[in-house]
């Protein structure tokens, strides 16, 4: 007789906003502070954690409508109450704060599930690799030169990351010889053993991205991401050249439609376990990925990042964001280690390994 899971009894959530060191910016965006909006779900003993960085409108969304269609289902039946949310919010609309909210469940359910059977997630999705590489990245626009080397020396000399990535196109666009600028200032603080990265966030018009994509060859650039908005298929396709740096894109995919429209006009996909719809749909992305013969980075929320990854045959590599790096260690114990620009997901622990520090996050609780 196999022993009978818990059923769903409780879905909560809670914001937090916390402010970050000082002003940052990439090419389209301003921001002093980051929302996290953290789930728990409970069933029988156990209870599972998870989160998206979004706005706190997640939170009533959250406890009403999707914990409504959760609660009652078996807990291990995780792609279940992930079709019994996607349908209870077809008039509300998937993409967006509703993809958010349903990713942070659908992350809960999962942790839950994996705690009751006293797996990993990692083991439960199933793993194909042991560690995975990971990049720094940071590297805003609001940074001075000072700023932006003593960033890179920590990612390169105290952590040895082998990869980097800094924000460009500042001011939508309008400052391109000082993004040039502090790419070669990059270039020149990591040395010729660093892979540099650049994300534009979607700054530059067609034209311009083509020109800075094929001026980032100087620099020996090998990522280019989002050179031009992520709607526009048509730029990111004609920013692709032979020998250009590979185009990315995919951080704003909140269904499997979008992952499919941008698969033929980029080099790698970018999917976000926190806004695509969780682990669940980030399985479905990866298939997609793999038909095209593309490989999988994931895009911010590192920790929980990093289950999904080791879980995918076709993963490149963690984008390990300074703001999340820094609120994921606050907000949670068990954090991984990115140094030596590996991370190895445990296999003693249970769930994704992570508990929720309430004491040292109250303080910022919305
Ligand atoms: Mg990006």
Redesign the pocket.
Known sequence: MTRQPPLVERVGARAYRVPTPGPEADGTLAWDATTIVVVRADAGEVSGLGWTYADEACVPLIEGKLAEVVRGRPLCDVPAAWTAMQRAIRNLGRAGLVSCALSAVDVALWDAAARWLDLPVSRLLGRVHESVDVYGSGGFTTLSEGELAAQLDHWVRRQRLPRVKIKIGESWGTRVERDLERVRLTRDKVGDDVEVFV?A?GAYSAGQARRVAERLLEWGVTWF??PVSSDDLAGLAGARFPGGPDIAAG?YGYDLPAFARLLPVVDCLQVDVTRCGGFTEWRRAAALAAAAGRDVSA?CAPNLSAHAAVATPNFRHIEWFADHDRIERRFFDGCLDPAGGTVTPSLAQPGHGLTFRAGAAAEYAL
Do not use: S, V
Request: proline share 0%.
């Open positions: 994300d966030n991401e989002e951080e895009h």
